[in-house]
């Protein structure tokens, strides 16, 4: 089955693969040219698997299962010592700790925890006594201003230095402290440092000037001229900038923005000659700007609104006399956390807390989009997409029409009037995309428009956004456009994004640095790290008995390799990796390689003979079971041995673990499979059936019967065996027919295969939030095992080389 797919596959192109600066070749990756051929006879995988990084018992640590005790390792005689299981019992309680810790973030979300803003708490702060007193109206921002300036003289973010935001944050601050007449030798230091770093604007990127920059910049400089602080306003760059804002203030005109909700209304403070009686009606409902407290500051200096003090007093006290530069941000945090847990591949300790995050997106979800906090009329593609995706995935109710408010012409845009694309924005609405029904002409050209946009910036080495700077954005688009989601794999893609995720380090552009703490932080990372590790510990474990199986059943007489034993396992490890979901796995991993074995042994003249011995065998159940052996001397029989021997084993677990006695449903299922190959030697007939049904039965949750009673069964099990077996197909007509093969050919195949997936995956996600556990599970086993055909087909051998060893094989550090 899977392993029959690597004989298609073409050899590498070198003779050995580098995995990463600190990770050496691997011994075996220059000599599998092709996976199922073993040329030496003698080759023998084990210690070169070892060798990459053999697992110390201590390595064996403890798994959680969903936040539950862990499961029970195997005794391992040689490194059974108080020691070894002190630590066990240390790696339990570290993973308890991370998971409570983040329990306990999940459980106080509010409307965002985000870090306070310079620039914002200094506009802030030069509002004046609505009563007319004519003192701050927020004495306690001022004080904020003066208790965070940096040893350098300047305002902003302490870890990073960017100029542009640098800058900003300390010209706002000077002018605060000036107008006020207070800390004259705070501001002047300011203007020092500012006058110092002026120049550094000209090398920074532009992608990484904040949100409104080129709008509120030159009003700063506007003010501060009238305060004469004396800093340079004729340097060469501020004429450019300048330009930029005119440019911006263009494409929007007046009328419009005093009329309509645009991005502008978060950029109130940097415009001049506006309607405030107008622009009254475009008032959040919670008195802010579009959730902007320095753009909520100038008007309510403009107008005294109740509401917009409402708001400002909220923010100052929330954050302590500091405001952030916008809030609130709850729809953006409960989103952002959830993709960051579930990519890190350990949102199954949450699956309560996700639930109750998505139904939070989900009530205030609207047909046109939504954007980073509940209740506005200014919607951007980047939340919407991410929304709509998880909300999707989830099971959520969520139509693709919403995409067509940001389309115009072939081309998607996050807002109206946006002069520059994010790389983060066209990246969700790539991931989006991929999550489409049949006949969402939108998502057809959302995908078509944002994978065109991203390989151009791939290309040009230009995979920097305006809206983050993480560790690894290159990669993590990198990656996307590699393996795309139907051939994505969740251990693959949680084993890069490990690496790829920056935790605590991750920063946000708006109109200043700012920080998500509950979005990017090192517990995250930790538990991530410490989960995939464990795991990787059990599937390397299991490896090890799949092994000891192989060479106890004699597989290796019939012409089976270990290399192609250690693919199947790979496939069924990086779909199924919980270590609760072991016997899924090693059921998946032992069908797929005994099909494989079966089929590539007994040519047309022996099936019949296979099959008719397997029932008779079966039916009159001769076999050890009952103390009558097969003979010993017929290759048939040995199979049939070897087959019902397993089946058995797999039965046992079943039955031990969950108390249900499957194996009359397991002999079924393979018989079912048996009939299909018999007729025409075609073993991917039924095999995706026989695949579900065996990881359906193994986790006991349903008998035979039970699974095909499901109203959905047949629908499900016949397209998903008609995904699987074109898939083959496609794979062998486009390597082995290479001299008639075309362009057109392989275009009616995949155009084929990618709409019955689209049916597939409406079938598993449409309304399955609805769905108790048990059903959705079901479900998406049948997804699931055709996403992994995906893969085998779509990735070449040098790709699937490679993540076998990062995945099984290459610690996480």
């Known amino acids: 089955m899977f392993s029959h797919f690597l004989l298609s596959l073409p050899s590498p192109s070198s003779s050995s693969l580098s995995f990463s600066n600190n990770h050496p070749p691997l011994p075996f990756a220059g000599i599998w040219p092709l996976w199922c051929k073993d040329k030496g006879g003698n080759f023998d995988i084990l210690p070169l698997c070892r060798a990459i990084s053999k697992p110390r018992a201590q390595e064996y640590a403890s798994v959680l299962q969903n936040g539950l005790p862990g499961i029970k390792w195997k005794e391992i005689a040689d490194d059974d010592t108080d020691e070894e299981e002190a630590l066990k019992v240390f790696e339990v309680n570290r993973v308890k700790e991370r998971v409570e810790t983040i329990k306990s973030i999940l459980d106080s979300m509010e409307d965002g925890e985000i870090t306070s803003s310079a620039y914002d708490t200094a506009w802030v702060a030069l509002v004046e006594d609505v009563n007319g007193s004519g003192a701050p109206q927020f004495p306690s921002s001022l004080e904020w201003i003066a208790n965070n300036q940096l040893p350098d003289g300047s305002w902003g973010d302490r870890q990073i230095f960017m100029a542009h935001d640098r800058l900003i944050n300390t010209l706002a601050c000077v002018i605060a402290l000036k107008t006020w007449g207070i800390h004259p030798e705070k501001w002047q230091k300011g203007v020092s440092f500012f006058k110092e770093n002026i120049s550094k604007l000209e090398n920074e990127s532009e992608e990484h000037m904040p949100i409104g920059f080129e709008v509120a910049f030159p009003s700063l400089l506007e003010i501060a001229r009238r305060l004469e602080i004396e800093v340079p306003y004729d340097y060469p760059v501020l004429k450019d900038i300048y330009a930029k804002r005119d440019l911006k203030l263009a494409r929007i ?81 409960h989103i952002w956390i959830v993709d960051r847990l579930q990519r890190l591949g350990i949102s199954r300790y949450f699956r309560t807390e996700i639930k109750e995050c998505l139904d939070y997106v989900y009530r205030y979800w609207t047909n046109d989009g939504i954007c980073w906090a509940r209740n506005t009329r200014v919607h951007d593609i980047d939340d919407t997409a991410m929304g709509f995706r998880l909300l999707r995935l989830h099971g959520y109710e969520v139509s693709a029409d919403v995409f067509r408010h940001f389309e115009k012409g072939g081309e998607f845009f996050c807002f109206v009037g946006q002069s520059n694309q994010a790389i983060t924005g066209i990246f969700n609405l790539y991931r989006a995309s991929q999550v489409l029904f049949p006949g969402e002409k939108i998502l057809e050209d959302a995908k078509r428009f944002s994978s065109t946009f991203l390989k151009q910036k791939q290309a040009a080495n230009e995979l920097l956004d305006k809206w983050i700077i993480t560790k690894d954005l290159p990669g993590e688009v990198g990656l996307a456009l590699k393996l795309p989601w139907y051939a994505s794999l969740p251990r693959v893609e949680t084993r890069f994004y490990i690496e790829q995720y920056g935790g605590e380090d991750d920063v946000w552009i708006g109109k200043t640095l700012y920080r998500m703490r509950y979005v990017n932080n090192n517990v995250y990372l930790e538990l991530a790290k410490q989960d995939y590790s464990n795991c990787q510990a059990l599937h390397r474990m299991e490896w090890d008995g799949m092994q000891k199986w192989y060479s106890e059943t004699g597989l290796a007489e019939f012409g089976a390799t270990q290399r192609s034993l250690l693919f199947t396992y ?244």
């Not at 209304?265 to 700007?289: I, N, P, T, V």
């Not at 079966?598 to 296979?610: G, T, Y």
């Not at 011995?613 to 290759?635: E, I, M, P, W, Y």
């Open 253 to 333: 005109p007046k009328e419009i923005m005093h009329s309509v909700p645009t991005t502008l209304l978060h950029s109130l403070e940097g415009m001049r000659g506006l309607d405030w009686e107008k622009l009254m009606k475009l008032q959040c409902k919670d008195g802010s700007f579009l959730f902007s407290p320095s753009s909520t500051a100038i008007a309510l200096m403009q107008t005294k609104d109740e509401n917009c003090l409402i708001y400002l007093m909220n923010a100052v006290q929330r954050f302590n006399g500091g405001v952030p530069n916008v809030y609130p941000v709850d729809m953006f945090e």
């Open 570 to 813: 790979f496939m069924a490890a990086a779909t199924i990796f919980e270590p609760e979901r072991s016997q899924e796995r090693l059921a998946w991993a032992k069908t797929a390689f005994l099909v494989d074995t079966i089929a590539s042994s007994f040519d047309k003249d022996l099936r019949n003979s296979f099959v008719q011995v397997f029932r008779t065998v079966v039916d009159a159940r001769f076999s050890h079971v009952n103390g009558r052996k097969l003979d010993s001397n017929s290759t048939i029989h040995k199979m049939i041995d070897t087959l019902l021997r397993t089946l058995n084993h797999l039965s046992l677990d079943a039955l031990v673990a969950h108390g249900r006695d499957i194996s009359c449903s397991i002999r079924r299922a393979w018989e079912k499979w048996m009939l299909m190959w018999v007729e025409d030697g075609d073993r991917h007939r039924g095999v995706a059936e026989l695949v579900v049904q065996t990881i359906n039965l193994s986790s006991g949750r349903w008998s035979l019967e039970e699974l095909m009673s499901h109203p959905q069964y047949a629908r499900l099990s016949n397209l998903t065996n008609t995904i699987c077996h074109q898939l083959y197909h496609y794979q062998k007509l486009k390597v082995h027919d290479n001299d008639c093969y075309s362009n057109e050919t392989e275009h009616g195949m995949t155009e084929k295969i990618d709409s019955d997936m689209q049916e597939l995956v409406q079938l598993v996600l449409q309304n399955s939030s609805a769905d108790d556990d048990a059903s959705s599970e079901f479900k998406q086993t049948f997804l699931t095992v055709a996403r992994s055909f995906y893969y085998a087909a779509y990735c070449d051998l040098e790709t699937i080389t490679f993540h076998i060893a990062k995945v099984l094989f290459e610690k996480v550090r």
